[in-house]
């Protein structure tokens, strides 16, 4: 009798009609394993790209308005340091990069106090 | 046993030198002994000299030189002519690390080319002066031609054949729709048939009827051509066939699925037949078909002059389906209430409902058994 | 179903219902319903009214700003950007309706067509088979050219030609229809165009090599929009003397000799004119189609090629244009160097 060398044992746990599906699918390629493409009826494909049509020129708008509203924040922080240049200190003061805006020491927010609630010898 | 001192006195007195013989081969000889002579490469000709097709110009490893204009290169990157001329080596503008060598068909001719001059080529034929011999060069076929002759001779026939048959039928009804000559009907006919076999590959009856008389005016041509007519008679024949194509398309056409010749109606009046036509198909929709009806729709249909084959094909379609829609209520019955002869239960899914259900049709609603 | 795809069309107040300045062109045409066993997808035609409603909003922005451009190609551009999304108009083109090439969004949609196939092929064959640079240095064409033979009653042959292909010569033996598909005339005006079929590769024996023939030249054509080809019924007008362009090479067809070389390229040019010419002087036989172009100030705005080679009608075509037998010459070529 024909007896197959097995190296390895298999180990996986599903059953054997399963397997099966499992190695036929990994046997087809990716592309016929995608949801089929849904049939659209000419007047339904011209209503979809219709829809889709409305939808770009609506998400178009919206990237348009974020766009600006960046440039104009972008401006007025320019303009705000320009006429900040007639006073030196404060010009050097706001040019000064801070490093971490946001104090790294807080505490993460939790349900419960913390068993120490305040540092009163905090030093940075 | 000699003592060390006895020794050496002895060699200070005699002096033995050593001789080592050779008991080994000497190193190197495998390599050196491969050397081969040398391959004559190097190009064979030189700039400006003359060299006639097939002419190696250059043997080479590798590409050192390009091929360019009138040359090839051979599978161990032999560089050889293809039209005779003259050697000239030089740089493309469009490939600047190159080297080219190519072969100038004239003297004084730089190459490369400018790039929007044309080409100048040599044609290389020489004329058969020789009568007979010209005629046998003329009438060679190749193999392939040879064997396809009798298929179109055939064809041919069976074309003549064709035109023959309609001429006849034509021929016979010509008199119904028009008075001609004997001469005049012989062209009409000829006239007729082009028609036809226009019409039949979807040119309009208008335009069928404007390229017979180009066709004819062009044959008029032909024959001035050959000495046949002279200039006059070209002019009087012309006004005499526009006049009797004038005549001829006034009262007669030919309808292309029947290949009979009917009344010619002008593009109002086909469209008005059109939508005749329509509106007495229009008294059949959803309603029980007899056998009558259905001649008389196909007869409808297939008016001379109104449809097209696309158009025919869409209403046979529309008002003779295989099977008459379940709108048309005569036909349709309730199966568990007994099935009447000839009924036959289908078996459908019902989009609203969700799940196949069971229909009776009567024999009337199916159209392709009447 | 219908109704909704028709008139949220029809009953609506906006821009793309109303037809008193567009044209009918625009309107839906032949609209196919669906077959019995199809669904629609849920909830598409409640989706498809609100996109329509801005989708027509926009149309009418751009129709606005349309009326105060001057330039004709940018308005042209905005015109035919208006439409571009309107469902109707889209379901014109994508369903094989007759597309009404007066209208910008039509003509735009039918430019682009062409340049990414029927161009492409063109100039392709144009280059792979030398026709530049042997004639013209150079083409870039902006108008369609398309050429058939509609004398033939053989199926086969019922159709435009593909640049390039092998043509017989009992096709090639009437002068062919040629229709030009202008899609820079924004205004459908009517411009002078003229046209030359030449033979560039007739031998010559006294050098051994070949020179150009003009095989058919027509000049001072006028085509526009919808007037756009050069067809029989214009023939038939131009030999009852009704002229309305003239002609100062008859149609001549292409008839390759016997073994004269592989094959023979009918190259077909068409000229845009400045003004009306008069073109005399033509030396048919060796003829030099640059100067030809220098000579009347004309810009190549287009062209076709086809190949033609000996073939058993040719004897038969030669008769019938009152030629001589065609010279036969040996299958072999000969190594003599050019004179």
Aim: aromatic share 10%.
């Amino acid at each position: 009798m024909f007896k197959q060398f097995v190296r390895f044992k298999s180990i996986s746990n599903t059953n054997a009609s399963t397997q099966k599906v499992v190695n036929q699918l990994s046997a087809l390629s990716a592309s016929r394993k995608q949801p089929k493409l849904i049939k659209l009826s000419a007047q339904d494909l011209i209503k979809h790209q219709t829809i889709q049509n409305a939808w770009k020129l609506y998400s178009d708008k919206l990237a348009r308005e974020n766009r600006k509203m960046l440039k104009e924040q972008y401006e007025s922080i320019y303009n705000a340091m320009e006429e900040l240049k007639q006073f030196p200190e404060l010009f050097e003061a706001a040019k000064d990069d801070v490093k971490a805006p946001f104090p790294l020491e807080m505490r993460i927010p939790t349900d419960f106090p913390p068993n120490q609630p305040w540092i009163y010898n905090y030093e940075k | 046993m000699f003592s060390v001192n006895s020794i050496t006195k002895g060699l200070q007195k005699t002096s033995i030198t050593q001789v080592r013989t050779a008991t080994k081969r000497a190193a190197g000889s495998r390599t050196n002994k491969n050397d081969s002579a040398g391959r004559r490469l190097g190009p064979k000709v030189f700039e400006g000299n003359f060299v006639s097709p097939g002419q190696i110009i250059m043997r080479q490893r590798g590409t050192k030189i390009h091929p360019g204009e009138n040359c090839g290169i051979g599978k161990d990157h032999t560089i050889f002519a293809l039209e005779p001329g003259f050697v000239k080596f030089y740089y493309d503008p469009f490939h600047p690390l190159r080297k080219y060598v190519g072969v100038a068909l004239k003297k004084d001719y730089t190459l490369p080319k400018d790039h929007f001059d044309p080409r100048l080529r040599r044609f290389g034929y020489v004329e058969i002066t020789d009568e007979a011999e010209a005629l046998k060069e003329e009438s060679r076929m190749s193999r392939k031609e040879y064997l396809q002759q009798a298929e179109l001779t055939k064809k041919k026939q069976m074309r003549a054949h064709h035109d023959q048959a309609l001429s006849t039928t034509f021929q016979e009804q010509l008199s119904q729709f028009v008075e001609l000559s004997d001469d005049e009907a012989t062209l009409a006919i000829e006239r007729l048939v082009n028609n036809y076999k226009l019409i039949r590959l979807d040119h309009s009856i208008e335009d069928a009827n404007q390229q017979s008389t180009f066709n004819y005016i062009l044959s008029l041509k032909s024959l001035l051509a050959n000495n046949k007519i002279t200039q006059e008679e070209l002019t009087t024949l012309k006004e005499k066939y526009i006049k009797l194509a004038e005549k001829l398309d006034r009262d007669v056409t030919v309808d292309f699925s029947t290949k009979q010749l009917t009344k010619y109606l002008n593009s109002e009046q086909r469209s008005a037949l059109r939508n005749d036509i329509k509106e007495k198909l229009n008294g059949f929709k959803n309603k029980v078909i007899s056998s009558e009806d259905k001649k008389h729709i196909e007869q409808l249909i297939s008016t001379p002059l109104a449809f097209n084959k696309v158009e025919r094909a869409d209403l046979t379609s529309d008002y003779l389906p295989s099977v008459l829609p379940e709108s048309v209520e005569e036909t349709v019955f309730d199966p568990e209430k007994g099935i009447p002869e000839g009924g036959k239960v289908i078996t459908k899914y019902d989009n609203t409902l969700r799940k196949t259900i069971k229909i009776g049709r009567t024999k009337e609603a199916f159209l392709n058994q009447l | 179903m219908l109704r909704i795809f028709k008139r949220s069309l029809n009953s609506g107040k906006g821009i793309w219902s109303n037809f008193s300045n567009r044209s009918e062109t625009l309107k839906v045409q032949n609209i196919k319903p669906h077959a019995a066993t199809y669904h629609s997808p849920l909830l598409i035609d409640d989706a498809f009214k609100s996109a329509y409603e801005i989708l027509q909003q926009e149309s009418e922005k751009i129709y606005q700003r349309a009326q105060t451009v001057e330039k004709d190609d940018l308005k042209d551009k905005l015109l035919s950007q208006a439409e571009s999304k309107n469902p109707e108009v889209l379901y014109n083109i994508q369903n094989g309706n007759d597309l009404d090439i007066t209208q910008p969004v039509y003509r735009n949609h039918l430019k682009k067509q062409w340049e990414n196939y029927d161009l492409m092929i063109l100039m392709q064959r144009l280059e792979q088979f030398k026709v530049i640079p042997d004639t013209l240095p150079t083409i870039q064409p902006t108008v369609d050219v398309k050429v058939k033979f509609p004398h033939i009653t053989n199926g086969e042959f019922n159709r435009w030609i593909v640049p390039g292909e092998f043509l017989p010569s009992f096709l090639t033996k009437q002068p062919p229809t040629i229709k030009l598909q202008q899609f820079d005339n924004y205004k459908n005006e009517s411009k002078l165009f003229s046209i030359v079929l030449i033979n560039p590769d007739e031998p010559n024996l006294e050098t051994n090599s070949f020179k150009t023939t003009l095989n058919f030249g027509v000049s001072n054509l006028s085509l526009s929009l919808t007037d756009d080809s050069l067809d029989v019924t214009k023939y038939l007008k131009y030999e009852n003397g009704s002229e309305e362009f003239s002609m100062f090479k008859s149609y001549e067809p292409i008839l390759p000799e016997v073994n004269a070389g592989d094959y023979q390229r009918a190259c077909l040019f068409v000229f845009e004119q400045p003004e009306k010419i008069n073109v005399d002087q033509i030396n048919a036989e060796d003829f030099d189609i640059r100067s030809f172009v220098n000579n009347y100030n004309l810009s190549p705005v287009g062209g076709t090629m086809w190949r033609q080679k000996y073939d058993r009608s040719v004897n038969d075509v030669r008769s019938e244009y009152g030629l001589s037998k065609g010279r036969v010459f040996h299958r072999v070529r000969k190594p003599f160097p050019l004179i």
